[in-house]
């Protein structure tokens, strides 16, 4: 039974109130240096810099007011090792410390903390020969976070768009896209679809967002994997406003997910198929977070059979000249049938005849 309010304690507002308190009591202007791996990296409308402090075991938010984020001769990124100089604030309504950075520096003085588009530059990458579409798309490797709402659009605009005779089957690579591991799960993953030789072309697709949470794909590791791919590579990050490093460097971007699926059903369409794609419909392909060293490639059943059944290979069907010589031969013994029953009954009719 819920208390009445007027008879409970603490109100959520005045516990807030009490431990904001207690926080700032200790560390409001005790400033401090402390060090750790920039991540969430998000810069606001009015220019302040919101970004996360993180170890092997923790995180905390900082942030850096407007005024003070062009005193620095480098870019904050995601991934930069730092230090920073400041003390804590507690903000009553999220009940969440803050660290209100003054000053910082780079933790490592050999750490390159140039921005990826002047490193891809400098290294003779940026701006990147862009690949032409291929003339026969065999099968198209999909990355994307299992969990991603992109899936299911892809998947409709793409199964919608042609004849699945047409269509070039899909081998699906799931990645993270945020957080410690997306970068380098992301890079594994075009590594590992671009060493497949049936694959002619590669689609990295997520669903929108903030832009911290789209914040990887503007990384100097996944533009340089998508620049060296040798494979057709297309992009469907997020919605129509938003424009990441990679897409500046994919062969083509499309402005979503279902843009991307249409391009690349499209690209089926217009293609000669090859006959290995020609004779049976695509089957989706699932790696699922095995090791780079194991394959993990199985094909669903169809909906209307239970998973462990086992699935026969569809009888092909005869060619239109088979199919029209049964026809004719059909025709001609029904014809044949209708003159003897003509025949018998006029037989009939006259043996009664006086």
Same mark, same amino acid.
């Given at each position: ?8 304690? $603490? ?21 401090? &240096?402390? @060090? *750790? ?21 923790? $995180? ?33 309504? &999220?009940?969440? !410390? ?5 000053? =910082? ?33 065999? $099968?198209? *490797? ?9 899936? *299911? ?5 793409? /199964?919608?768009?042609?004849?699945? /005779?047409? +269509?070039? #089957? ?8 945020? @957080?410690? $591991? ?10 590992? =679809? ?14 929108? *967002?903030?832009?911290?949470? +789209? ?10 994997? +998508? ?8 992009? @469907? ?48 392909? +699932?790696?699922?977070?095995?090791? !780079? ?11 209307? /059979? ?6 026969? #290979? ?20 029904? =014809? ?13 009719? =006259?043996? /009664?005849? #006086?």
């Amino acid at each position: 039974m819920t208390t009445p309010a007027a008879n409970r304690d $603490r109100s959520v507002a005045q516990v807030n109130r009490m431990l904001r308190s207690i926080v700032e009591a200790e560390t409001l202007e005790q400033y401090f &240096w402390v @060090g *750790g791996r920039v991540e969430r990296y998000h810069k606001s409308e009015r220019g302040h810099i919101y970004f996360d402090l993180v170890d092997d075991r923790s $995180r905390i938010r900082c942030m850096l007011r407007e005024e003070r984020a062009g005193r620095f001769p480098f870019d904050l990124r995601n991934g930069l090792e730092i230090e920073v100089y400041g003390d804590i604030h507690f903000y009553e309504d &999220w009940a969440r !410390p803050e660290i209100n950075v003054v000053d =910082l520096r780079i933790a490592d003085a050999s750490a390159d903390a140039t921005p990826a588009i002047e490193r891809l530059r400098a290294a003779g990458l940026y701006p990147p020969s862009l690949k032409p579409p291929p003339a026969h798309i065999r $099968r198209i *490797g999909i990355i994307t976070s299992k969990s991603s709402r992109a899936i *299911g659009d892809f998947e409709n605009a793409y /199964q919608s768009a042609g004849e699945r /005779q047409v +269509l070039a #089957p899909m081998t699906w690579k799931y990645v993270a896209l945020e @957080g410690d $591991r997306a970068t380098q799960s992301i890079v594994d993953a075009i590594r590992a =679809l671009d060493a497949k030789a049936d694959i002619d072309a590669i689609a990295i697709i997520r669903g929108g *967002g903030r832009s911290l949470n +789209l914040a990887v794909f503007d990384s100097y590791e996944i533009a340089r994997a +998508l620049i060296h791919c040798r494979v057709y590579v297309v992009t @469907g990050i997020g919605h129509h406003k938003d424009n990441a490093l990679a897409d500046e460097v994919a062969d083509f971007s499309a402005s979503t997910p279902t843009a991307a699926a249409h391009h690349l059903a499209d690209l089926c369409l217009r293609a000669k198929p090859s006959p290995s794609v020609a004779e049976a419909p695509p089957i989706d392909y +699932l790696d699922d977070d095995f090791p !780079p060293d194991m394959e993990a490639d199985f094909s669903f059943p169809p909906e209307d /059979q239970p998973p462990n059944e086992t699935r026969r #290979p569809a009888e092909k069907p005869p060619a239109p000249a088979q199919r029209s010589r049964r026809m004719d031969i059909v025709i001609a013994v029904l =014809l044949a049938l209708a003159i003897a029953a003509l025949l018998f009954l006029t037989a009939v009719v =006259l043996s /009664q005849m #006086p």
